[in-house]
């Protein structure tokens, strides 16, 4: 064991952070004691420690195979001279937390940064994958800057249904909405319900899962061909043993997560996003994971990029294909090399190469089927745009691949949802008042309420307009909608309703222009009127106590991540 007092370097392994209350070896001795009774050798204990956040939970599904990552990830540590190991932290898988994952995922962050930081380890792996839990990891890795290895658990495998292939969720969301427009009856959505999601993995389209594992094999965080092995290829594995074999290599030659996460590299992660056609919950999480070195992601950036970056890969819920389809088609590689002259080349991954290196390397095989050529995009144009107006002053977003055109420019009559449990109450009312040219309104569920941001902003078609054959209208909301999800759908309305932005001024019968062409979105209320129900707001109440409160108190718009302001370089 490497032991400080002995020596003037940095304490390595089990030997760092150790307490010292005035006779640190001590500490070290009882650490030491402790290490041994778990009956590692002396030699083993003598290694550089590699730290593994293990999110193997029985709550989440989607990481079921993290158990044997885990081992592969301890195979390759240990081949390459290091001592794994392994201790849970928070883990969220999407389906499965009230009020919803994204109310935990800065839960999750502080909790595995606070764990990098205070256990003895010189590097790390971070296993994650389900939507909340790599952002939630690269959060963690840049704010303790120690060197840290993401892996990802990798998506599930379609599966062959009566004719066609299904996966979580966009599959999940279409068969839905048939079902409750009565064309699809109980019995088959209950055999549907059982073969959307059969294998362990993440949602098997372009969701955030999937956009996220794209972004951070971008940044550079693990190998570009590591975002799309499914999870259970055998390849999945082998990229685990690579993880750790790596995560050992970076205690000798350290790249620290903010020298790889830099506006280039973000610039870079915001240009695949646009050409995935991905998830527009991965821009809230990028903006999160920048801001925690300092790097603004900016609306107006993003759509001066958009209108230059073409949507080149068909994959649901903006296309046909699924990831596994991503994956034999050629994967991230051959999509950044058909991005080529928009990206800067010069930014270098945790192996110290450069993306000019990184993509001249692998097959040269592409399935244009999937990942299409420059001059055949899927669309001429990036799948999101950024809105501004009167009705949202710091911003909102469109995810204009999965939207209608024919919606694009849109003037009407509003219908106000007050908050989820309005929502609930009257979407489905045989009386609500509502007809197929209404813009739907729902407020009060940004990031700043108890709802924390939920993926409501997928508001269903009323009813009796979804059974009459509706299936798009305009919806505005300050919350999320999932990335699998598809729709004119404005969402992440910044400032939101609860911290008193001009949406918590809508009411039924105004009147609201989106405007695509234009990127506006326009409450046309009066400004007297406007101010005499400003007059009449109140902030909602604040929660109690605990992490509520403490969202509450900290949480910062979807325009800068919804991070938490304290976590924050400029909170420190
Ligand atoms: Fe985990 Fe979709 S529920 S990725
Ligand atoms: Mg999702």
């Known amino acids: 064991m490497d032991d400080a007092t002995s020596s003037n370097q940095p304490p390595r392994g089990l030997g760092r952070n150790a307490a010292n209350y005035g006779d640190r070896d001590f500490a070290l001795y009882l650490r030491r004691s402790f290490a041994k009774s778990m009956g590692y050798s002396q030699a083993m204990l003598d290694r550089p420690v590699i730290g593994i956040a293990d999110t193997g939970s029985d709550f989440n599904n989607c990481h079921r195979t993290a158990p044997e990552l885990v081992e592969a990830v301890k195979r390759g540590v240990l081949a390459a001279g290091g001592l794994p190991l392994a201790f849970p932290t928070v883990s969220l898988c999407e389906p499965f937390l009230h009020p919803c994952s994204m109310h935990y995922r800065n839960l999750m962050a502080l909790d595995t940064e606070a764990l990098l930081r205070a256990q003895p380890m010189d590097s790390a792996v971070l296993v994650g994958g389900c939507?909340?839990?790599?952002?939630?990891?690269?959060?963690?890795?840049?704010?303790?800057?120690?060197?840290?290895?993401?892996?990802?658990?990798?998506?599930?495998?379609?599966?062959?249904?009566?004719?066609?292939?299904?996966?979580?969720?966009?599959?999940?969301?279409?068969?839905?909405?048939?079902?409750?427009?009565?064309?699809?009856?109980a019995a088959r959505i209950g055999r549907i319900e059982g073969n959307l999601a059969t294998t362990a993995g993440t949602c098997g389209v372009m969701g955030t899962a999937s956009t996220m594992a794209c972004l951070a094999a971008t940044l550079g965080f693990m190998p570009l061909e590591a975002a799309s092995v499914p999870a259970v290829h055998a390849d999945r594995l082998r990229l685990a043993e690579e993880a750790g074999a790596l995560a050992v290599r970076l205690i000798a030659q350290p790249v620290r997560p903010r020298e790889i996460v830099t506006p280039e590299s973000v610039e870079n992660a915001l240009r695949v996003l646009l050409a995935l056609g991905g998830s527009t919950n991965a821009l809230i999480h990028l903006t999160a994971i920048a801001g925690r070195c300092g790097v603004k992601v900016d609306l107006r950036r993003l759509d001066a990029l958009s209108e230059e970056t073409p949507v080149l890969v068909d994959l649901k819920p903006t296309g046909e294909g699924y990831m596994e389809d991503f994956h034999a088609a050629g994967g991230l590689r051959a999509l950044l090399r058909e991005l080529r002259d928009l990206l800067h080349l010069g930014c270098k991954d945790l192996y110290g190469r450069t993306l000019e290196q990184r993509i001249a390397e692998g097959p040269e095989f592409v399935d244009r089927a999937i990942i299409r050529a420059r001059a055949e995009p899927v669309s001429p144009v990036g799948g999101l745009v950024a809105l501004f107006g009167s009705l949202a002053p710091a911003g909102a977003i469109l995810k204009r691949s999965a939207a209608t055109p024919a919606l694009f420019e849109t003037e009407a009559r509003c219908v106000v949802f007050d908050g989820l449990e309005d929502l609930a109450a009257r979407i489905d009312d045989e009386a609500l008042d509502v007809t197929p040219r209404d813009i739907l309104v729902l407020k009060n569920a940004g990031p700043r309420t108890p709802a924390g941001m939920p993926e409501a902003g997928y508001l269903p078609i009323p009813?009796?307009?979804?059974?009459?054959?509706?299936?798009?209208?305009?919806?505005?909301?300050?919350c999320r909608m999932s990335g699998t999800a598809f729709g004119t759908i404005v969402l992440h309305?910044?400032?939101?309703?609860?911290?008193?932005?001009?949406?918590?001024?809508?009411?039924?019968?105004?009147?609201?222009?989106?405007?695509?062409?234009?990127?506006?979105?326009?409450?046309?209320?009066?400004?007297?009127?406007?101010?005499?129900?400003?007059?009449?707001?109140?902030?909602?109440?604040?929660?109690?106590?605990?992490?509520?409160?403490?969202?509450?108190?900290?949480?910062?718009?979807?325009?800068?991540?919804?991070?938490?302001?304290?976590?924050?370089?400029?909170?420190?």
Do not use: N
């Open 463 to 478: 009813r009796k307009l979804a059974r009459a054959g509706v299936k798009d209208m305009v919806r505005i909301s300050d």
């Open 493 to 572: 309305v910044a400032p939101e309703a609860a911290a008193g932005g001009p949406l918590a001024l809508a009411r039924t019968g105004d009147r609201i222009r989106l405007s695509v062409r234009e990127r506006r979105l326009d409450l046309l209320v009066e400004e007297s009127e406007l101010a005499r129900r400003r007059e009449e707001w109140r902030p909602p109440p604040a929660p109690a106590r605990g992490w509520d409160r403490l969202v509450h108190e900290q949480v910062l718009q979807a325009t800068e991540g919804a991070d938490l302001a304290f976590l924050r370089p400029e909170g420190r």
């Open 131 to 185: 939507d909340k839990t790599v952002p939630a990891q690269l959060m963690a890795a840049v704010s303790a800057d120690i060197p840290a290895v993401q892996l990802v658990v990798g998506p599930m495998l379609a599966t062959r249904f009566e004719g066609e292939r299904l996966s979580a969720c966009t599959d999940c969301r279409r068969y839905w909405a048939r079902y409750r427009a009565g064309e699809v009856d």
